[in-house]
């Protein structure tokens, strides 16, 4: 058999061909090639990869339907770590099965029982690989024969190395999950007018399952550039998309003191949770070179505020109102709405405790298709909330925009971009899901 690939396998060919004979070849393209209906099969796979039906380039006219139906070869479901469930499979020989990967039938007996890829041998009856990871020093707390970390539903192994995956941010706030065997994560945020940006593009995941953040983006800048540079590679998403989404209604970069090392903890806070220091946003008359302090009143309140409403609104509220943490330092008090006080907090607050907007992710069965562009193409908005505006003129004016365009008039990137959330609230507009177009107005 000889594996035909679109974007990847989609199939196998029975050519029956004579490459080598006596260890010459023989074989020469000829003039004319025969296709003979049902040697080429086609895989149908669920979003794991694994090959649950194969059919046929046959096709049987159908009178009941009036149409041609399939000619399936053979069907094929799966215990979770990949062992074939008998009363749900019938006889084949098809080449692939779990994972994609190639079945070795010669090595153990009956189908589907040994599977060979690029790096190892796999048994589906143990789950578990039969030879030791050729990574285990990046994973010292797991046997090196240990498949898929445990969990066979939500990584994927072809290859043998380690599972890793694409994460997709909607501008909504959903989040999920695309398999993929490269070694690295990459972030895509999809705005509701079908564009997508990258926001971090193959980012390095290190054995504690933490990723290496850049250190300069378009949309956010760590000034204090050190062994803090990480954080785990789900709460990254999180926090990609609100900077992201801040940056470009604002026309300005955020400025990230520290994240976390690779060992997961932070300064003197809690280990084992997602955990940022931001610098407060300055006003204007504050030179971007200098950090804003609140004792100094150089601290945009209602910047701040609306950058932090972001991180809340992108999964930084695992830990209720004490997610952020702010400082006013003249007076010891939460500078900011929904945060605790903490000590030392009065130039930057932190965010911490982190959970996916809408409890899990969710897997993409297929791929996902938009536009990609460049987010430094993305233009800000041409009407935003003067800095200086009180909470009763902010509301009127946001109600006059929507009364002048409509609200399914308004541009996508307007929709809740203008203020902070809290004005939106008082409109009484659903803040989780105001980005999404105006399909919750």
């Known amino acids: 058999d000889q594996p035909i690939y679109g974007a990847s396998r989609i199939g196998t060919i029975n050519t029956d ?3 080598y004979e006596n260890g010459t070849s023989p074989y020469l393209i000829p003039d004319v090639v025969q296709n003979t209906l049902g040697e080429t099969s086609y895989e149908i796979t669920n979003y794991l990869g694994n090959v649950n039906v194969v059919i046929s380039d046959r096709k049987i006219w159908n009178t009941t339907a009036n149409a041609f139906k399939a000619v399936p070869k ?8 990949g062992m074939e469930i008998s009363s749900r499979t019938s006889v084949g020989t098809y080449r692939y099965g779990y994972n994609g990967m190639e079945k070795d039938n010669e090595v153990k007996e009956n189908e589907g029982n040994s599977y060979t890829t690029e790096f190892r041998q796999y048994d589906p009856r143990l789950g578990r690989w039969l030879s030791l990871d050729p990574l285990k020093a990046q994973f010292p ?4 024969y240990c498949a898929f970390d445990n969990n066979p539903i939500y990584f994927t192994d072809p ?6 995956d694409n994460i997709h941010i909607w501008e909504d706030g959903v989040m999920s999950i695309e398999k993929n065997d490269d070694p690295t994560n990459t972030y895509y945020f999809h705005h509701c007018d079908g564009t997508t940006v990258i926001l971090g593009d193959k980012l390095i995941k290190t ?3 933490m990723v290496e953040m850049p250190q300069n983006t378009d949309f956010y800048k760590q000034v204090t550039y050190n062994d803090r540079k990480y954080l785990p590679g789900d709460a990254a998403a999180g926090f990609l998309a609100a900077t992201y989404m801040f940056s470009r209604d604002n026309s300005r970069k955020v400025k990230i003191n520290q994240f976390m090392t690779s060992d997961w903890t932070h300064s003197s806070h809690p280990s084992k949770k997602a955990c940022v220091d931001v610098q407060y946003i300055g006003d204007d008359k504050t030179p971007l070179n200098v950090q804003p302090r609140s004792e100094n009143n150089n601290v945009n309140i ?12 992108f999964g930084f509220n695992q830990d209720g109102p004490w997610s952020v943490i702010s400082l006013d330092g003249d007076f010891k ?3 900011l709405d929904n945060s605790a006080a903490a000590v030392d907090h009065n130039h930057h607050f932190h965010i911490q405790g982190w959970a996916p907007p809408d409890g899990s992710f969710k897997p993409i069965i297929g791929k996902v298709n938009s536009q990609l562009v460049n987010s430094s193409n993305l233009k800000p908005l041409t009407e935003t909330v003067s800095q200086n505006m009180t909470n009763a003129e902010e509301t009127t004016y946001i109600s006059n925009r929507i009364q002048q365009v409509g609200i399914d008039g308004l541009n996508c990137w307007e929709w809740g971009r203008g203020a902070t959330l809290g004005i939106w609230q008082r409109m009484g507009v659903d803040t989780r899901k105001s980005s999404d177009c105006g399909k919750n107005q």
């Open 74 to 81: 053979n069907y094929t479901d799966y215990f979770p770590f």
């Open 207 to 209: 054995n504690t399952g």
């Open 159 to 164: 290859l043998g190395l380690k599972s890793q």
């Open 302 to 313: 209602l910047k701040s505020n609306e950058l932090a409403n972001r991180y809340r609104e």
């Open 141 to 144: 707390w797991q046997s090196p």
């Open 333 to 335: 008090r939460p500078l």
């Open 17 to 19: 061909t004579r490459l």
